[in-house]
């Protein structure tokens, strides 16, 4: 018997010999001068000698479709190519200088532009309809290459869209399937090891089946989209067609395997043969996949084929798992992932009694790895196929069907809108550092470096990227470590759906974990003035209690906010699902709100830590100068209903941090939330007599606290009009003259969105919806003012309807839902007079028919036009109602935002450099998301304050707040005695710097 060590060797020298015959053959059919494709791999060459110049032309083939005349594609060149600086050839840079002209020049540039693009989108791109890819497809098969067909477009923004998009496969299957039936036989590519297979074969994406693929609700999810696939599936099977199910981002990996095995195993589809699965071998947890799909091969019982890919996504995955300081679910070495899809490929040929295995890769090593497995594994060449991306390594391609192997092209078509996110990953593929397709084909002298074995040889890879984070000029951050924000839970596993499930049916019975009524005795009162006493009471019993507090010590106190995170943490899932039955928030909203306050209360604690610890100091010769903290004394926090627990937790974490004891008065129905945050706390150790929630019903009572005689520090997160009220009681009549106190206020609204008319639509529709509706339009930073360029308003509105429409809107408590009711009856009432009002004035452009049977506290989605005279907080009432303003330019959409008055936050759509650089000089917002939603700001990574906040300087999330509820106390002492000056003093650790010697 043949050791393993000695099968090793030999399979390592037959891939050898392979490999030097497919690099042989693929230089021998690379294109030579002056066929197109020639010059196409010239360009591209260009394109790479440069990252800057490599960027700026793929953010500009990015924009191009959307681009409606040449001169507007002449402008986009230029901002991109030459106002960006980016290090354009000489000839080339001369001519671009024209683009900016807008004369004939200008014109010309954007023309020659235009047909350069689509140039090279037709590379990778075979036609925009079945009829324009035919004539590609039957070349194909004369260069004796098959393939699959993949419509351009990834996810989709609405019903319509999704079933446009199905639409398209089944026009495919029925202009191509009768079509290839008379094309000429080709053995390797009709016929398996067990049989024919069909001709026609086309690949699907979940995520552009269904506009809400989301793993949190898998069976709302799957029967979604079977809803679209099975008529497809069943006209595939009586057109005799295959069909093969992609594998997208790790997101969506596990529910689509769900839904695989939920459909194949239907009584209808259990033993139809011609469909497909992906798995990818860039994923650490790749071989366990693979794993799970033969599984299922065998219960299943009916051969299916199965696709091995690298992935597509590693830049996304990477920079996401390091955003969020967690590890990422792909490999992070090249050789990694090489070494993982050869151990794969072993596998599925060993199993190809139960799978049809298709291997796809344009690395020669790994093609010539798959093909001398096969041999010493008695796979004849019709047991397996190659695949390969259509407009990629075509000398590669010529030389695997020239060895008389099955050769898939994966070839796309459809539009080049839809179609730029492919391209732009394929072009990114192209051009890759680790690329192996860069490297050419010709250079002899590396071949047996470049088919050495990856596990052996482990060559080096790119980088990952990095969180960057620039030393503050504040002294209270100088010397915090890097702050790790809290992962959500996502919901995308059945143990965490199954936690939540358990903990609402504990929040429905009143109890939480342990036995804790989660009910509050004092949300509502009998009148005013039982209210008012209540608050006399508190605010007398918290003043004496703070005063112990203010004296415990800073490490202290730290410490114990830290283990009153903790201790929220552990009960997580009772506290959002508290949110999700008292507030009527979304599984997610509530996931993201408990995972804000976390990071709060951590994030304040480091605050006050590090401000403790390193004072400011200045030491000169005899005297020692240093700033020291004192609190401030009772801190009176008011609670609005767009974040409800996170804001509460800010204010308060900000308060005890710096020893402030703490009265909070959040809306009645947030009560039973935070009387749980404030149980919490104290079982962390926070004293009794430092923390207490009432929840009043009437303003006169907030107001009435607001003044108290008690209170110091009042620090209001809440809308515009609650601001200005609390801020009129604090700072007015009745004030103590002795200790003035301090007003801190985060005002909220209608926040604005910005829509260029050369945005990416789907990611600004998405976006839209996201910040538009988050916790039904309540959220503090939600958005519901946008701001549209005439150009493309029609359209958007349009497709904003028809993603509206496409919500489901229902119980909060249900994982499928997508819009909730409002927090109260009255605040439904008061969104409807809002509708009311737009419907009268003829300013209504698209409502949604609400389902039977909804409460009263739900009210129907709605776009409106917005007033264009009545400024922006006239009749404003948060909820689902999303108001669109038309504008000529992004700068006229900028002078209206700042005339009307400043917002929380703000966000831009645009692919314009000129656009986005205005933007951030000129858009008077506390934060500005550019391409992004608005909603979900992380603490420490996006403060807000600016025109949003009250007090000059305050910005919630980051320092400044802490820094806000403390009394700065600068000590000066003369240290010289007699003549003798000691060193000056120096905190342990923190930087001493000589100022005669240079920084």
Request: hydrophobic content about 45%.
């Amino acid at each position: 018997m043949t050791s393993a060590r000695g099968t090793g060797a030999n399979v390592e020298r037959r891939i050898a010999a392979l490999g030097e015959e497919i690099f042989e053959r693929s230089a021998a059919a690379q294109a030579a001068f002056p066929a197109r494709a020639w010059w196409m791999e010239q360009a591209t060459r260009l394109v790479d000698a440069d990252p800057r110049i490599k960027a700026a032309v793929f953010q500009f083939v990015d924009c191009l479709p959307v681009l409606r005349s040449d001169a507007e594609i002449s402008r986009h060149l230029h901002e991109y190519l030459v106002a960006a600086s980016a290090p354009v050839p000489g000839a080339a840079l001369w001519a671009l200088r024209g683009a900016a002209s807008g004369g004939r020049t200008s014109r010309l540039i954007g023309a020659c532009a235009r047909v350069g693009a689509r140039m090279m989108a037709g590379r990778f791109i075979t036609g925009h309809d079945a009829e324009s890819v035919r004539t590609t497809l039957e070349r194909l098969r004369r260069e004796r290459m098959t393939f699959t067909l993949d419509v351009l477009g990834e996810s989709t923004t609405s019903d319509a869209r999704a079933d446009a998009y199905v639409g398209v496969f089944h026009d495919a299957l029925e202009r191509l399937c009768p079509v290839a039936r008379d094309w000429p036989g080709v053995a390797i590519l009709d016929e398996t090891e067990f049989g024919p297979q069909p001709r026609v074969n086309i690949s699907i994406k979940l995520t552009g089946m269904d506009p809400h693929f989301d793993p949190a609700a898998p069976e709302t999810s799957i029967e979604s989209v079977a809803r679209r696939l099975r008529p497809l599936l069943r006209r595939a099977r009586e057109l005799g067609a295959f069909v093969n199910i992609d594998i997208e981002s790790t997101k969506h990996r596990a529910l689509t395997f769900d839904f695989f095995e939920s459909v194949m195993s239907e009584p209808e589809f259990r033993d139809f043969p011609d469909v497909g699965i992906v798995v990818q071998a860039y994923l650490r947890d790749g071989e366990r996949d693979l794993e799970r799909v033969l599984d299922y091969a065998r219960r299943r019982g009916t051969r299916f084929a199965v696709r091995l890919v690298k992935g597509a996504y590693w830049d996304s995955e990477t920079a996401a798992a390091v955003r969020n300081h967690a590890a990422p679910p792909v490999w992070t070495q090249k050789w990694e992932s090489d070494a993982c899809y050869e151990r794969m490929a072993r596998a599925m040929l060993r199993e190809r009694a139960l799978i049809r295995p298709c291997f796809a890769s344009h690395n020669v090593r790994t093609i010539a790895a798959v093909m001398a497995w096969a041999e010493h594994l008695g796979v004849p060449i019709e047991g397996y196929e190659c695949q390969m991306l259509y407009g990629m390594g075509d000398p590669l391609k010529a030389a695997v069907a020239g060895m008389g192997r099955c050769l898939r092209v994966y070839a796309p078509y459809g539009d080049m809108l839809p179609g730029m996110a492919y391209l732009i990953r394929r072009l990114l593929e192209n051009t890759s550092n680790d690329s192996f397709l860069k490297q050419g084909f010709a250079d002899r002298a590396r071949y047996a470096e470049r088919l050495a074995d990856p596990a052996a040889r482990r060559p080096r890879s790119s980088p990952l990227p990095r969180l960057r984070y620039a030393s503050s000029p504040n002294e209270l951050e100088r010397h915090m470590p890097t702050f790790r924000q809290t992962a959500r839970i996502g919901f995308s596993t059945e143990d965490a759906r199954e936690r939540m499930r358990d903990a609402l049916a504990r929040v429905r019975k009143g109890s939480s974990a342990d036995g804790d009524d989660h009910g509050d005795p004092h949300a509502t009162s009998a009148s005013v003035t039982a209210d008012a006493v209540r608050v006399d009471l508190e605010a007398a019993r918290l003043a004496r209690g703070g005063e112990a507090w203010r004296r415990t010590a800073v490490e202290e106190r730290c410490s114990r906010l830290l283990r009153w995170a903790d201790g929220v943490e552990a009960e997580r899932y009772a506290v959002a699902a508290a949110l999700v039955v008292h507030c009527g928030m979304l599984w997610r909203e509530a996931d993201a709100e408990v995972a804000q306050a976390l990071d709060y209360i951590r994030f304040h604690a480091a605050c006050m830590s590090g401000l403790d610890a390193f004072p400011r100091r200045r030491g000169v010769p005899g005297e020692d100068n240093v700033v020291r903290y004192a609190s401030r004394g009772l801190t009176a926090v008011f609670c609005g209903a767009g974040s409800p627990l996170a804001c509460a937790a800010a204010g308060m974490s900000a308060a005890l941090a710096a020893g402030n004891a703490v009265l909070v008065l959040p809306e009645a129905d947030a009560a039973p939330v935070l009387n749980l945050l404030a149980a919490e706390g104290r079982r962390a150790g926070l004293p009794a007599d430092v923390a207490a929630v009432i929840a009043p019903e009437s303003d006169a009572v907030r107001d009435h606290a607001a003044r108290h005689v008690d209170v110091r520090v009042v620090a209001t997160f809440a809308d515009t009009d609650v601001c200005a009220r609390l801020r009129a009681a604090c700072l007015g009549e009745g004030a103590p003259a002795s200790s003035r106190r301090v007003f801190i206020g985060e005002a909220w609204g209608p926040n604005p969105i910005l829509v260029d008319d050369d945005a990416d639509l789907d990611a600004a529709l998405a976006g839209v919806i996201v910040s538009g509706l988050a916790y039904c339009g309540q959220k503090r930073d939600a958005a519901t003012r946008l701001y549209v360029v005439d150009g493309i308003c029609d359209v958007f509105c349009e497709r904003l309807g028809e993603a509206l429409s496409s919500l489901r809107v229902g119980n909060p408590e249900d994982p499928a839902t997508h819009v909730g009711p409002l927090r109260s009856a009255a605040a439904a009432g008061a969104v409807r007079a809002r509708l009311d009002a737009a419907r009268a004035a003829g300013r209504l452009i698209y409502e949604v028919r609400m389902p039977d049977g909804l409460g009263e506290c739900y009210v129907a989605l709605a776009i409106v036009a917005a007033d264009a005279g009545a400024g922006r907080h006239a009749a404003w009432a948060a909820g689902p109602v999303l108001e669109v303003a038309r504008c000529a330019d992004v700068s006229e959409a900028i002078r209206r935002v700042n005339t009307e008055g400043g917002a929380l936050v703000g966000g831009l759509y645009s692919r314009s450099p000129a656009n986005i650089a205005m933007a951030r000089e000129s858009l008077e917002v506390g934060a500005l998301f550019i391409n992004r939603p608005t909603v979900g700001g992380e603490v420490d990574r996006h403060p807000v304050g600016g025109p949003a906040a009250w007090s000059a300087g305050i910005r919630v999330g980051d320092a400044s707040l802490v820094e806000a509820m403390l009394v700065p106390r600068t000590i000066s002492e003369n240290t010289l005695r007699h003549g003798f000056s000691p060193e000056p003093a120096s905190d342990a650790g923190s930087p001493v710097r000589d100022v005669l010697q240079p920084a």
